[in-house]
């Protein structure tokens, strides 16, 4: 089958960093991507990565490492306006098939 | 630049009906996918256009279809209707076919199924 792991809430305070885990497990692979999604409106895409490594963009970045099957998404300094859902979803195939994880609830607190 | 419009916004229908939603992506943008949504998941993937034609199909039943237009609009038809088809229909656009080229999503229209 295919899954995507990721914690179903994450709780941080304004100004701190805050880290979203990801394990996945598909059939195919070309990529793991990040989308934040507020109150059910469209999700936007934050980061992705086909590469082992670190992709840093402003205060996103995003981490993959192929062989453990995880990436994660780290967000510094947060503000308020960051509390919104965020999923990680794998690129599955060249048709641009995007498979989700079930969405991590980022609340921040002042 | 205007994003990606989908039409309409809201929608309540009762089960057995049949449902069309119309989706128009970024101007120069070829392929389309759609995403449904149930409150509480993540989207999943139901189809992709790329020049008209179909190119790829997630889990759904034969119930869910879909077309592009030569002006590269969508349009997903959902026929008999379940309670379960309720959910927040998602549209996706981007310009070519590469595995990671970003995809830019729309509103979504919400069906309500009654």
């Known amino acids: 089958g295919q899954s995507l792991e990721q914690p179903s809430e994450v709780t941080a305070v304004e100004g701190a960093i805050v880290q979203i885990n990801c394990t996945y497990q598909?059939?195919?692979?070309?990529?793991l991507s990040w989308y934040q999604q507020h109150d059910g409106g469209a999700p936007t895409f934050l980061s992705s990565n086909a590469l082992d490594g670190l992709e840093e963009t402003g205060r996103f970045s995003s981490f993959l490492s192929r062989s453990d099957s995880y990436g994660y998404l780290l967000l510094q300094e947060l503000q308020m306006k960051d509390s919104a859902s965020y999923f990680c979803?794998?690129?599955?195939?060249?048709?641009?098939?995007?498979?989700f994880g079930q969405g991590t609830t980022l609340q921040v607190k002042p | 630049d205007a994003g990606v419009t989908q039409s309409p916004t809201h929608l309540i229908k009762t089960r057995g009906q049949q449902v069309t939603l119309r989706c128009s992506p970024i101007s120069g943008h070829k392929s389309v996918s759609w995403y449904q949504q149930v409150l509480g998941q993540g989207p999943q993937f139901i189809f992709q256009y790329y020049e008209k034609e179909e190119r790829g199909r997630g889990n759904f039943p034969d119930r869910f279809s879909a077309r592009q237009f030569p002006n590269y609009s969508s349009e997903l038809n959902v026929n008999a209707l379940l309670l379960g088809d309720s959910a927040l229909y998602l549209c996706?656009?981007?310009?070519?076919?590469?595995?990671?080229?970003?995809?830019?999503f729309g509103p979504g229209t919400r069906l309500t199924v009654l």
């Open positions: 598909t059939s195919g692979f070309y990529g």
């Open positions: 979803a794998v690129n599955a195939g060249n048709t641009g098939k995007l498979i």
């Open positions: 996706a656009s981007r310009y070519g076919q590469g595995a990671l080229d970003e995809q830019f």
